[in-house]
């Protein structure tokens, strides 16, 4: 079964997105034409992924230059549409950089098509230099959240690692943290390895650290939806506690990081602003209710994993390891991470 | 709703067990009457939490006395029920001390029925002693899993610190990890608290350590299944996971042991042995499927939480500290934790 997470059908000036939401059990996909119904595609998470909303949002732009909504306007709404993901005000400056100038359906599209195919690029560049730190022969991995092709354009970050391991031949086993609440590893990770025929198995977000201890583990890898210029990285919740049992139990933490979720505008993670979303994604599956009438969830769908728990973040345009102040300082002067 | 997690019918005798099971949302009973049926309810979960499942397997042991059953043979079938837990087979060896030289009914009820009444007895000396680590004011509390009265008799371990915490007039909040996969976090302490009127709020197993980061907790209390002579504690999957997330965080970290969950016979946690449960408990909620078909899981139902991450254990006679293994002997030999 193969599947398109975004895709673009311009003749009817339609975004067609995979409902996320809706996986495994069914492939269904939603036509948008709209700005407000791509911000609400965002917010509702039928989209999801920071790599993946960041396109998302510039078509949104696309969309509103072809019905001739107010940009601005536009832009607003779909920078509103979830709060954490760095990638969604990027590509949302990426597309205001084109129509402050040229506000014509035209050139909004031609951006927005640079930038989906700018995003398989990295995805590529990031595998391909991951490839030093995973182990030849056999490699077993650990892995939270959902971080393939759908949370991007294609291939994904820290999944496409795994699955670019696997690819190349090696023996390739990933744990698959499930990801509670919304259990992005368990139907979303797990559907693609799946597809692509790589060994895994789930396991409770607690699990993590036994398994460490009792089981060998080469590596943990993990996206992320905004690195602070401190090497702090906000991730799904749950991010922070992997790595600290990473850490506990001697095995690299690797964060796999498009430059585009890298924000030296932010300084620490104390900085970050992190959702706080549905209690009922925590107390309800569907519309069965997992906690007894009357009981409270905090549901924060997002942490911060201190940048002493990161091995090393795994960029497009190379591997950096700390100091990271200075070493991301260094990337973003265009200057790679080996370079004097 | 008031509840009663075991209870014995002489009359009858019959064995009388909230199916944990149903809750929260059935308030449903089953009457056991031979020791096959008992071990089976361990087995599957009826009731747990290892105190529970010591004093259920002693009435185990009472029905087979009553029925004619042959009592090494009846041992044997509930010793067998679950591995971790030791106060199973602690349980058991105190009652296979009374059958070994008196067989009868009477002779076994009258043991069980001790038992009973000492869970209740312990479980408030716990609640006592740990009042000294528990702030006076206000007090916020982070939980795993079920520790409470359906995990005991009566008032239960950690859950029944927190449970002391509030009626002495504390300002009490305790965040409740939800404890995949059985989620009995979120549906069987929540249920408890509720009934008591505690504030809490449910949280996925993944946001500890991101909650301890930013919000204020006092301390950390766990149950456990067995603890080793070094100090390392089985747990409930997850605790490991929650121990790291304090010390990282400079949050105490309790474990609340009756000495018969204290296996002075297993010298460290690498000794334990960690039930392994159907990967159906983490890839299906009842016959909801959680992952997609083919997908498998690894589900180890409970961790080891290292002696060096524990801050204390709390026992019925009083607090015992680093370094485990000589204050753990000393604590057997009868010398409180103070005493020289």
Known sequence: MAFRTIEWIDNTGVLRLLDQRRLPGQLVYLDLSTPDAVAEAITNMTVRGAPAIGVTAAYGMVTAARRGVDLRAADAVLRAARP???????ALDQMRGIWTHDPSALALTAKARAMEAEDIAVNRAISAHAMAVVPQGSA???????????ATVDLGTALGIIRTAHESGRKVLAYLDETRPRLQGAKLSAFELL???????VVVD?????????????LCV??????????????KIGTYNLAL???DNGVPFYVAAPMSTIDRATLTGADIDIEERDPDEV?????TP??????????????VTPARLITGIITERGIIRAPYVENLARLFAGKGPGSP
Chains 1, 2 share one sequence.
């Open 84 to 90: 954490t993901a760095v990638n969604l005000a990027w």
């Open 140 to 150: 077993t991995f650990f892995h939270h959240c959902n971080t393939g092709s759908l």
């Open 195 to 201: 597809q692509y025929g790589v060994p895994h198995a």
């Open 206 to 218: 607690g699990a993590s650290a036994h398994i460490m201890r009792t089981r060998h583990v080469d």
């Open 222 to 235: 993990v996206g992320c939806d905004r690195v602070a210029a401190n090497g702090d990285t906000a991730n």
């Open 245 to 247: 049992a990473a850490a």
């Open 283 to 287: 107390l309800m599956l569907d519309s």
């Open 290 to 303: 997992l906690a007894p009438a009357g009981t409270t969830a905090l549901n924060l769908a997002f942490d």
